[in-house]
């Protein structure tokens, strides 16, 4: 069965979210976010618009997808458990506090995760539990 749960498929939802995340911010200024501020130029604006709306896009499938299947509190939760998790790296000494470019990388690699989790949550808890959300359910 397609639905089924299986550690590849998370891998390429894993590989998906980070290739949003990345694509739309990171620390190396090579980023839509970093287009768009430092190149005004108006002749690539249509390119510019474009590229936003499919990121808008993919932004709006994991957003819509975590905030189902994990909810409010399961998505805060999942943000509450990698942002300890850094604290954890960083109070611990395995992460320096002061290393702002790596402390980015860990934080957009921790939002991939959240996406990714909240994208596989469903498929997770039906292998766990045996328990079938409504959208799932073939007419």
């Given at each position: 069965m397609a639905s089924?749960?299986?550690w590849s498929g998370f891998l390429t939802r894993f590989v998906a979210a980070l290739m949003l995340v990345f694509v739309t911010y990171n620390p190396e200024q090579l980023s839509y976010f970093h287009w768009i501020v430092a190149d005004r130029d108006t002749q690539r604006l249509a390119l510019k618009v474009f590229a936003g709306v499919v990121l808008l896009i993919g932004w709006t499938v994991f957003l819509r997808?975590?905030?189902?299947?994990l909810g409010l509190i399961g998505t805060t939760l999942a943000i509450a458990f990698f942002g300890?998790?850094?604290w954890v790296m960083?109070?611990?000494?395995?992460?320096?506090?002061?290393?702002?470019?790596?402390?980015?990388?860990?934080?957009?690699?921790?939002?991939?995760?959240?996406?990714s989790t909240g994208m596989s949550w469903s498929h997770?808890?039906?292998?766990?539990?045996?328990?079938?959300?409504?959208?799932?359910v073939d007419d």
């Open positions: 089924n749960f299986s997808a975590t905030l189902r299947s300890t998790l850094l960083v109070d611990f000494g395995w992460v320096a506090a002061n290393d702002r470019r790596l402390i980015s990388y860990l934080l957009l690699i921790a939002l991939a995760a959240v996406l997770i808890r039906r292998r766990m539990s045996g328990q079938v959300d409504v959208d799932d």
